[in-house]
């Protein structure tokens, strides 16, 4: 019988989903400051991963919102790699994902449904609980540095800002998505 104290175990999850994480950001600094014609702050670090540690309350560990008060239920962004795509062929441009900053990139799943719900992730090191909070609209800079028009084009599939509500690591490739009530496919 699962500890009461483990958090995973503790939510019931009855509804699994194959879904492929394909692409995981991490960034130190915030990048989109200031004004977008002024171009995004440079970095000295490679921001793509293929495996991130979260710590339940607190966020990916070395991103620029772990343990950061001000995000508090918005430490972790999750974005369906098809709402992008679609954002694409409607603009006519390749999108590059990482120019969105989202944190957890997903295939297989409208995360936008994820939106108020508890699921987990396993990637394969465990289940890691998360629970879904509110939108991650588009800003502005999407029109920069994504492409002109992308701020309203992705507006409704910008993503869900979450928290993870255990420790784990997700990595890049096959994941099982568990959820209270059913989601549909991207």
């Known amino acids: 019988m699962p500890s009461v104290l483990d958090p995973v175990a503790s939510v019931a999850l009855p509804y699994a989903r194959d879904v492929e ?3 995981l950001l991490v960034s130190r600094g915030h990048r989109y400051e ?3 014609a002024d171009g995004p702050s440079p970095t000295e670090e490679e921001e793509l991963r293929d495996r991130i540690e979260l710590r339940a309350g607190l966020g990916i560990v070395g991103d620029r919102y772990f343990a950061a008060r001000a995000h508090v239920h918005a430490s972790v962004t999750l974005i369906g790699v098809a709402g992008l795509e679609a954002v694409g062929r409607e603009l006519g441009v390749p ?3 990482a120019a969105t900053r989202r944190n957890v990139f997903l295939r297989g799943v409208d995360v936008e449904a994820l939106r108020g ?3 987990s992730l396993d990637s394969g090191d465990g289940p890691v609980l998360f629970r879904g909070y509110r939108p991650a609209n588009p800003c502005a800079w ?3 540095e994504v492409a002109p028009g992308a701020f309203r084009a992705m507006r409704g599939r ?3 800002r979450c928290d993870p509500e255990s420790d784990g690591v997700l990595t890049l490739g096959h994941a099982v998505l568990r959820t209270a009530h059913p989601v549909p496919a991207d």
């Open 117 to 119: 719900e508890p699921f």
């Open 158 to 160: 910008g993503g869900v």
């Open 142 to 144: 999407m029109d920069t």
């Open 21 to 23: 994480v394909t692409m």
């Open 95 to 97: 999108v590059d994902p």
């Open 34 to 36: 200031g004004r977008p």
